[in-house]
């Protein structure tokens, strides 16, 4: 049982296979638990395409589309961070 929960906690907070679940409570603050925000001014994220949402992280990290909130959110966010999080949020229904 150890050993299986090790694995499993390993796969998790790989950053290549899944999204760490620091990050995922961190877009849910604004996007919502499950990728569907409560609030109308932020979209949502489940079930986007998983191109668009990388494409959209590697925007405001390189300030190529301008979002003072959005820059602070991915700064510390690695290439491997914005797959992660791309991919977890493409495949929510």
Known sequence: MKKALLVFSGLIFSGHL???PAQ???CATCHGQNGISTMPIYP???GQ?????????????DGTRPDPIMKGMVAALTEDD???LAKYYAELK
Request: charged share 25%.
């Open 18 to 20: 899944f999204a760490a």
């Open 24 to 26: 995922v409570a961190l």
């Open 44 to 46: 949502n994220l489940a």
């Open 49 to 61: 395409k998983e191109q668009y949402l990388l494409s959209q992280l590697k925007k405001f990290k």
């Open 82 to 84: 914005m797959k992660a």
